[in-house]
């Protein structure tokens, strides 16, 4: 089970390797992956079903942008990354500002996401974007789900999957971050918005970063739903003038609630929120609030 008390001895060691104390280690989150800060570092340790050469071109995306002087957190230097520690693939990377005094705005993500999907594709092998098989795979793997939320959930996809076959995408395919929100943006020190968080790394078309965008814009307080239109201008171009953008926002939304679904543990506040995300899509309130995992 990818839990705390598994990761901190996995951390101690790391920090052994770092010629580091890991007693002041701070847990800044134990959701996908741990991540731990440790001084002027932060840590993050995948679970141990993480495919380690997934974890490898994840870490050649993030050296690519850097060489572009695309503005994201670097991995910490001088060590070859990743590391295999207790059955884990770890990565350390420079510790940035949280931005919790000067939170990065969804205008700041727009500019983001603009000059990401302006490069070229990179040379790293990168997963295409294909978000069928993996919500039907998150929804017939949990753990919390009773026989009508799958039903549900399966019926939503049949329908929206259909979509997603005859879509054409205006903006094309490129480098996408695949989970873009002021939650996977920090501050350099000297304010600098940057991109973090590159795990969903893959090809695929540019609207599905700025669905995500917008389904965290109207699901989540903050940044709240009037906040899409400083991306949208940030951006330069209004996604919600393309006919297939509502469709496949729902489509995102239904990713969201699969894999928390898959990753959430019966009797936990995850899985409250998930069976709430879940209701409210069984009782047609499609824009009722969510709540962060």
């Known amino acids: 089970m990818f839990v705390e008390a598994r990761t901190r001895p996995v951390l101690a060691e790391v920090c052994r390797l770092l010629g580091r104390s890991d007693s002041n280690a701070a847990l800044l989150r134990h959701h996908t992956n741990a991540v731990y800060a440790v001084g002027d570092v932060v840590i993050k340790i995948a679970p141990g079903d993480q495919d380690l050469n997934r974890v490898r071109a994840i870490v050649a995306v993030v050296d690519w942008l850097v060489e572009r002087d695309f503005p994201t957190v670097g991995l910490h230097p001088g060590l070859s990354q990743p590391l295999e520690v207790g059955g884990h693939a770890v990565t350390v990377w ?55 939320e799958q039903d549900l959930l399966l019926g939503r996809l049949e329908t929206l999957a259909a979509g997603w076959e005859a879509m054409r995408f205006p903006r094309g395919t490129s480098l996408i971050q695949s989970d873009p929100q002021i939650r996977n943006a920090l501050r350099r020190f000297d304010g600098t918005p ?30 709240g739903p009037e ?24 489509l995102r939304e239904l990713q969201m609630i699969a894999t928390n679904a898959r990753k959430s543990r019966p009797g936990t506040d995850a899985a409250d929120e998930v069976h709430h995300r879940i209701a409210g899509l069984a009782h047609g309130a499609e824009l009722r609030r969510w709540h962060i995992l």
């Open 194 to 223: 940057v991109l973090a968080d590159w795990d969903g790394a893959a090809l695929g078309p540019c609207e599905w970063d700025i669905a995500t965008v917008a389904v965290h814009c109207r699901r989540f307080d903050p940044p």
């Open 94 to 148: 420079q510790r940035l500002d949280p931005a919790h005094d000067d939170a990065i705005t969804v205008a700041e993500l727009g500019s983001l996401l603009r000059d990401l999907h302006a490069l070229p594709a990179p040379p790293v092998p990168l997963p295409v974007l294909r978000p069928i098989h993996g919500i039907e795979r998150s929804v017939t793997r949990s753990e919390i789900l009773n026989g009508k």
């Open 227 to 250: 906040a899409f239109a400083g991306f949208t201008a940030a951006y330069g171009w209004d996604a919600t003038c393309w006919p297939g953008f509502e469709k496949l926002c729902q």
